[in-house]
């Protein structure tokens, strides 16, 4: 049974900064591009980051260019997501996911295969 488990969520102040950690398990992490994704109340889920399988590309919403980094240690089963200079507007439920390791797929809510349950993050201006 596959499992994503995300941590370090928190509440910040703007400008602070957050990793969060997705831990894999029951499934082969080295062969999926690893994702984030975040919900705010009231709005649609979208996606955040995306890391592929052997974490040589990467690609970012553009809110979050050159604050956020997308990392992974496929020996760890484990990705993460540094973000810096955090805003108000970064509050969100941040949910990482595991899907196919296609420039068709990675970033697409609907092509993920396996999805962890969320870590709250909240940003007080």
């Known amino acids: 049974q596959v499992h994503l488990v995300e941590s370090g969520g928190g509440l910040v102040q703007a400008g602070d900064s957050l990793r969060l950690s997705c831990a894999a398990s029951?499934?082969?992490?080295?062969?999926?591009?690893m994702n984030w994704f975040r919900q705010a109340p009231g709005k649609e889920r979208e996606f955040v980051a995306v890391?592929?399988?052997?974490?040589?590309?990467?690609k970012y919403t553009d809110s979050v260019k050159g604050r956020f980094t997308i990392s992974r240690i496929n020996a760890k089963n484990t990705v993460y997501l540094q973000m810096n200079s955090l805003k108000p507007e970064d509050t969100a439920v941040y949910y990482c996911?595991?899907?196919?390791?296609?420039?068709?797929?990675?970033?697409?809510?609907?092509?993920?295969?396996?999805w962890g349950g969320g870590t709250q993050v909240t940003v007080s201006s």
């Open positions: 029951g499934l082969t992490f080295r062969n999926y591009a």
């Open positions: 996911a595991a899907g196919p390791n296609t420039d068709q797929a990675m970033g697409v809510s609907r092509a993920m295969n396996y």
């Open positions: 890391i592929s399988a052997i974490g040589v590309n990467t």
